[in-house]
């Protein structure tokens, strides 16, 4: 809970995981399926490139960590957000969105901390 309160916005993003998960409809939506591979790279790209961003910003690697995957995740969140209002959202997706985010953002503190 403490995590709740020091980071508002990890909140938003359990809640609208939450959602997500009440409203996918997984009907043909399989685990392994070439738009996953999609969503991995993507999440991947976009968070290694937050935090790529946040380099420059501060010198604190633990927010550099923080900016990247809230910017995966916050994708992945709205990109399926977006997909369920047109009904056809997945938890599946979300999940493959979410392992790129964590792929992305170890492979860029792996070189960040190559770099030090």
Do not use: C, N
């Not at 993003?13 to 996953?36: G, H, N, P, V």
């Not at 380099?55 to 927010?63: A, G, N, S, Y």
């Not at 550099?64 to 977006?82: N, Q």
């Amino acid at each position: 809970m403490q995590i709740l309160r020091a980071h508002p916005g990890v909140a938003v993003l359990l809640i609208a995981a939450i959602l997500l998960a009440a409203t996918s409809a997984a009907a043909e939506d399989r685990w392994f399926a070439a738009d996953k591979a999609r969503h991995f790279g993507a999440g991947a790209g976009i968070a290694a490139g937050g935090y790529a961003v946040a380099v420059p910003l501060t010198d604190r690697k633990r927010w550099r960590i923080v900016l990247g995957t809230s910017a995966g995740v916050g994708a992945a969140a709205a990109k399926e957000w977006h997909d369920g209002r047109r009904g056809d959202a997945s938890w599946r997706d979300f999940t493959w969105s979410a392992a790129g985010t964590a792929a992305g953002v170890f492979a860029a503190w792996i070189i960040d901390k190559a770099t030090d």
